[in-house]
Structures are given as C-alpha cells and as structure tokens.
C-alpha cells in the first residue's frame, strides 16, 4: 500500500511514526503500515454469498455458499484473540459481508475490544437505516468497490444498476457521518475511466481511494490477459501522481493510494528524484519503514469457514484453521515451512528481486502473483515494470 498523496505531497514525514515509537497499538490508523512490529492487520471473509458475481472476485464468492460460515460466537472467539494478540484492524470482507445480518454485532464487538473494525463491500445493501446502524456501532471505515463508471463497473459486476447501487451505498454511508473511500481495481477493460474517478471523488467529495493493481487469484486469474503491461502501467501511476496532486492544489486534500504492487514506491521515489523533490530521501526512509509486501506478517487472512491464509489473495497455502487452533498460534507456528519462510521473504526471492537494490522497500512484491505465472513460490512477480538499470542490475 503506497500512500500516493502522504509521500509524493509531503504529507507525512519520516519523524511522525518514530514519535509513537512505531509500535501498531500507539499508530493513529493513517501511520499503521510504518509500525515496526508489524502485528497483522486481519481480512475475515465472513461469508463466500454474495449478491453480485464479480468477474475478479479474489474468493470465487458464490450464493448459496459452499461451505458453512463461521457462527456470530464462533466469530467472537476469533476476535476475542486478534485483540488479545494486538491485531489493530480487522477487515469484514467477502462475498459481500453485509449480507450477514450479524456483521453490525460483529463490527460493534470488535470496537468493544479496541480494534478498528472495517468494511470492505460492494455498497448496493448500505441503505440510510444501515449506515447509521453502522456508525453507531463505531466503524472506522467502509471501503466500497467502485470498478469505473456506469458502463464499465456493470459490466465488471455482472449486474446493470450495480452502479448506481454502489454510489447510492457510498451517499448513504457518508451522510451517516461514516469515513467512506473508493476502491478501484486496475485493468485494461477499466483504466481509461480513472480520470472519470477522480472527477467523481471531487464532485461528491470522497475524502479517500485505492487503486489496486490485479491480482491473478480466484476469478481474477482468468484476467491475466486483461492487465496493464509495464509500459501502460506506468502511464497509469503517473496519471494518478497527477490527478492526486490536481486535487491538492485545488485544495482538495484527498487520500490517494496504489494497493498490491509494492514496486509503486521505488517508482515514486525515482520519480521524486528526476524532479528534485527535497523529500525524496525522506520519503524513502518512509519506503524503508513500510517495508513492501507484509503477506504473512502486517496482513493475514481468515476466511468464512475458519481457514487462515497469508493474505486474502493466496488461498491455495492454507495455514491452519481457527475452529482448531487459535490464529494467533497459527501466525507463529514456525513448523509450518512455509510460514516460517514468509516471515523473511527478501532471503527467499529469486532472480531480479534477489539483486534489487530497492528490496528492503518493495519486499519481494507478490508472492502469490509470480506463483501464477511462474509456478514457483520465490519466483519474480511478473507486474514488476521497474528496468533493470532502475533496480541497478
């Protein structure tokens, strides 16, 4: 996750999470992926149904599911331990999380326990009564998919009025006084309507947007043809290093970010450099700090039937189950090989991303995205569109 607006516009300075000692539990949320004992932020899948059926949905989410969900008590236990364990966030995600009629309870009891409870929806199920419901339990944040503009988005959900639904679930959350972003997955079929995007976020004054780069994994490994090659995704970055610092010079502060292809924050920084921004050291010491890639140690994944995996992308290493052992036993169980190997990628990694000069920023990028295509675990991720002369090979 690379803080396009923090870094590139000077946002945040390299002393702002050294003052809170750069520990999860002192961080204000915005300073969270610069902590330095890194305790996972935690994706729980609450449900595989879902109302639409996205062409990239990363959990082949299905209605009706199948496999059981864990129980509203048995959902208690997991967050009774994430918060023992000093897990920060917990992430309610999909299949579509609103679907479970328990997820305010859930939400409210994870506020209970001092974590930041997060949604991550489609939007269409957040009507008035719901997003105050939502926000009287305390939320932080709703993240709700927003995959172009009218045409595009249908089409990438599968289901006309998917749209206006999601803008109706994004008006309703914000009215109920709820921080309230986009998010926006990046491909051929949709890049051309990120201007569009950003004309949105001004028009109806959305203080927050991620973009995220494609990941191969569920339905979206069908896409790989669809995704941007290097050239065209580095057009893209520069468009949104653009239009984010438009917004801000507008007065617009708007929290801008590229998710899910680390090498984002070599490539801001080189930018920096070419056009002598006094920040760029700073913000590299910011890079250092995040770290890169955090699969299996600043984010984990729990998913509907109790199954952890290192991130929510990877769902073809299960690591444990919850309804047999605690996640935060799991997450240290270094008996497990694997595991213990993603707890030090940059030792692993191969090839290119074994002599890049910038792998204490980019850690290694995707693991689960250079499996797809390379069939090896340690393999290069293949999105990576820095040159060789750029990571100094």
């Known amino acids: 996750m690379i803080g396009i607006s923090k870094l590139y516009l000077g946002q945040v300075e390299s002393s702002d999470p050294l003052r809170y000692g750069r520990q999860s539990e002192k961080l204000p949320g915005h300073l969270l992926q610069f902590s330095q004992d890194k305790k996972p932020v935690v994706v729980w899948n609450v449900t595989a149904r879902c109302n639409l059926a996205c062409q990239h949905c990363y959990a082949f989410s299905e209605t009706p599911a199948s496999s059981p969900d864990l129980s509203t008590p ?64 305390g939320l932080s944040y709703v993240g709700i998919s927003l995959d172009g503009l009218k045409e595009a988005h249908d089409l990438f959900r599968r ?30 079929h949709n890049a051309a309507d990120i201007p569009g995007i950003f004309d949105l976020i001004e028009k109806e004054n ?14 979206g490994s069908k896409l790989q043809a669809e995704d941007l090659d290097h050239i065209e995704t580095r057009r893209v970055v520069d468009l949104i290093i ?40 700073d913000v590299m010491k910011l890079l250092i700090m995040n770290g890169g890639n955090s699969t299996a140690v600043g984010i984990g994944c729990v998913s509907w039937d109790g199954t952890v995996y290192p991130d929510q992308f990877w769902r073809n290493h299960p690591l444990g189950n919850v309804r047999k052992q605690a996640f935060s036993r799991i997450w240290h169980d270094l008996t497990n090989s694997l595991m213990a190997q993603l707890k030090d990628k940059k030792k692993h990694v191969t090839g290119r991303c074994a002599a890049c000069r910038f792998l204490d920023v980019c850690g290694g990028n995707f693991r689960a995205r ?24």
């Open 74 to 137: 048995e959902g208690m236990i997991l967050i009774d331990d994430l918060s023992a364990f000093g897990s920060p966030v917990i992430l309610f995600s999909g299949g579509e999380p609103l679907v479970r009629p328990d997820l305010p309870e859930l939400a409210e009891y994870a506020v209970s326990k001092k974590m930041r409870a997060v949604i991550s929806t489609n939007g269409t199920l957040i009507t008035e009564q719901l997003a105050s419901r939502l926000k009287a339990v």
């Open 159 to 188: 289901q006309k009025g998917a749209f206006d639904g999601a803008l109706r679930g994004i008006r309703n959350s914000r009215g109920a006084g709820i921080k309230t972003g986009l998010r926006f997955t990046i491909t051929r």
């Open 206 to 219: 959305i203080p927050r947007v991620c973009f995220y780069h494609l990941v191969y994994s569920g339905r």
């Open 242 to 281: 653009d239009r984010t610092s438009d917004l801000y010079r507008k007065g617009k502060k708007i929290e801008v970010l590229t998710v899910d292809n680390h090498c984002d924050g070599p490539y801001l920084y080189l930018r920096m450099l070419k056009e002598n921004n006094p920040h760029a050291e």
């Open 370 to 393: 250079a499996e797809a295509v390379t069939g090896n675990i340690w393999g290069c991720d293949p999105a990576c569109y820095l040159t060789d002369e750029e990571i100094g090979i």
